[in-house]
């Protein structure tokens, strides 16, 4: 296999000559540049992708903290974030960890082993204490609201349009209230902010029937089998996302007998006709990128807005 020195050699020009051609460096003449080109074409040589970003000093890949593979809000935010990538010339790393704390603090001590030039976090475990930490010493973002924490984040703020829906439901006298929760909300910010935004409307909890951890379609249809069965059965249900609203709609015979509200404006949702919130998650992935390696830390807040298919 050639290298940068064979090259150098049947070239007559020096290895940093070759280098600068290889890396595209503008001050070279188009002759050495075409002859050694010339060569490099010859021989097929393909670069030392790895040394090469050493001598950058970058890797020019990001890794994206991502819990779950298979949900749809984490594959349109990565989509975002991806896309905004590739522009720069970075490629993007997805790495899974279900939730798990201690592979959340593996991939963060890659990330200061520079195994990634920095690091986007959909969803976490650890706590933001100890992102924090890691944040002091290489770039991070993370898809939530990270308060007074010194993290960069960029965030879609839901809790306002929760709970105009919610005040809705209120005035019309739909109640007991389902709700659907994809993690328990004392572990995840997003769920709590569900049951925050309907505690302030309705006082307490004393309204809402809570189905938790559900994600899927399937979880969905045990979503509404829980409903259905329970002593006061909600006349309306909140729930976390598209699919999961398809399950619970197929469960009460295409949702007869009780009003749907899902989340993520997905074709599902426009299809089997119910309304549901949009959450403007790729642009959230996008802006997440941009902001990655900002020397100050940046919070940006998205909203959500109503969509009603009719």
């Not at 595209?24 to 075409?34: A, E, L």
């Not at 195994?115 to 969803?123: F, N």
Request: proline letters at 4%; glycine letters at 6%.
């Amino acid at each position: 296999m050639a290298t940068i020195r064979d090259i150098a050699k049947l070239s007559g020009y020096s290895v940093s000559t070759v280098s600068r051609v290889l890396n595209n460096h503008p001050y070279v003449s188009d002759k050495k540049r075409k002859k050694v080109q010339d060569i490099i074409d010859e021989l097929n040589y393909i670069p030392n992708t790895k040394a090469r970003h050493l001598s950058y000093g970058k890797s020019l890949n990001i890794g994206v903290l991502i819990p779950l593979t298979n949900n749809s809000w984490f594959e349109e935010t990565t989509s975002g974030i991806i896309d905004e990538a590739a522009k720069s010339g970075y490629t993007v790393t997805l790495l899974p960890t279900n939730y798990n704390r201690e592979r959340e603090d593996y991939f963060l001590r890659e990330l200061l082993a520079k195994a990634y030039d920095g690091l986007i976090i959909l969803s976490r475990e650890i706590p933001l204490a100890m992102i924090e930490e890691y944040a002091k010493q290489a770039p991070i973002v993370c898809c939530e609201d990270t308060g007074d924490s010194k993290i960069s984040c960029v965030y879609v703020e839901r809790k306002e349009m929760y709970k105009q829906v919610f005040e809705k439901i209120k005035i019309e006298g739909k109640t007991p209230v389902g709700l659907t929760l994809s993690r328990n909300e004392r572990k995840s910010a997003s769920m709590r902010t569900t049951v925050e935004s309907f505690v302030e409307v309705f006082g307490s909890l004393d309204e809402a029937v809570i189905f938790r951890e559900c994600r899927t379609f399937e979880e969905g249809l045990e979503a509404g089998a829980f409903f259905a069965k329970h002593s006061t059965p909600p006349q309306v249900v909140f729930v976390n996302g598209d699919e999961v609203a398809a399950g619970i709609y197929e469960y009460y015979q295409k949702g007869q007998g009780i009003d749907i509200i899902g989340q993520g404006n997905e074709l599902l949702s426009r299809v089997l006709d119910f309304p549901t919130i949009l959450h403007p998650l790729k642009e959230m992935g996008s802006l997440a990128f941009k902001t990655l390696f900002d020397t100050k830390v940046t919070q940006l807040k998205l909203k959500s807005r109503w969509i009603h298919h009719q």
